[in-house]
C-alpha cells in the first residue's frame, strides 16, 4: 500500500500481504502463495516466485518471512517458515533465488525470529534464531559458534573487519572468525 502522507488516504495498494520486510535497497513481500521482490520504495517489482517452488505449503498452516538482510553485494536472504513448520534459507542475488537450507533448529515454533545477520568476505552468514547464533557456511554447513565459556545464547555485535572476517564483540572480548 503506498499511503498519500498530505492526503491521509490510500494512494496505491500495491498487494496484499502476510508479511513485508524492508532493507536498504529491496521490499519484501510474501502473500501465502508468491514472494515478491520490489525496490526499496516499493514501486517497482523487481522478481516474483510461486512459494510452492521453494518451500513446502500445507493447508492451515501459514507461511511467514521469519527474517531477512541484504549484504553489501545486495544479496538478499531470507529465512521463511515453510508448511513443516521449519524455517527455509533462500538467498536472492539480483537475478535468482536460490533454497539453500533448512535452519537446524530441532523444534516447532510458528513465531520464530531471525536477526543479526551479517556476512564476511567469503561468502559465509551470520544469523540469530530465537537467540542462538549460528554460521552458515559458503559450503553448506551450519555451525554453532563456541568462544571459550560464552554460551552461544548471548547478542554480540557482529560485523566485517578490515580483512572481511566476521567479527564479534561480547563484553570486553573481541572474536574474529575465519572460516
Known amino acids: ?13 500495491i ?7 524492508l532493507t536498504k535497497n529491496y521490499s519484501i513481500g510474501l ?6 521482490v520490489f525496490d526499496n520504495q516499493a514501486q517497482n517489482l523487481l522478481a516474483s516466485w510461486e ?18 538482510f541484504e549484504d553489501d553485494q545486495r544479496n538478499l536472504w531470507m529465512v521463511v517458515k515453510d508448511g513443516n513448520w521449519d524455517g527455509v534459507l533462500l538467498k536472492y542475488d539480483g537475478s ?7 535452519i537446524p533448529v530441532g523444534y516447532y515454533d510458528s513465531g520464530r525470529y531471525v ?3 551479517n556476512t564476511d568476505n567469503k561468502g559465509n552468514l551470520w544469523l540469530n534464531v530465537d537467540g542462538t547464533n549460528y554460521i ?13 565459556s560464552i554460551k552461544n545464547n548471548y547478542q554480540p555485535r557482529v560485523f566485517s573487519d578490515g580483512q572481511g572476517n566476521l567479527t564479534l564483540t561480547e563484553s570486553s572480548a573481541l572474536y574474529s572468525i575465519d572460516q
Open 115 to 117: 536477526s543479526n545477520f
Open 96 to 102: 535468482t533465488l536460490r533454497k539453500l537450507s533448512l
Open 31 to 36: 502473500d501465502g502463495e508468491n514472494i515478491t
Open 1 to 13: 500500500m503506498v499511503w498519500d502522507v498530505p492526503q491521509k488516504t490510500v494512494k496505491q495498494i
Open 51 to 68: 512459494l510452492r517452488d521453494y518451500v513446502s505449503i500445507k493447508k492451515g498452516i501459514s507461511n511467514d518471512i521469519w527474517g531477512a
Open 136 to 148: 552458515y557456511t559458503k559450503a553448506g554447513q551450519w555451525i554453532l559458534p563456541q568462544f571459550g
Open 15 to 21: 498487494t496484499a500481504e502476510r508479511a513485508r520486510f
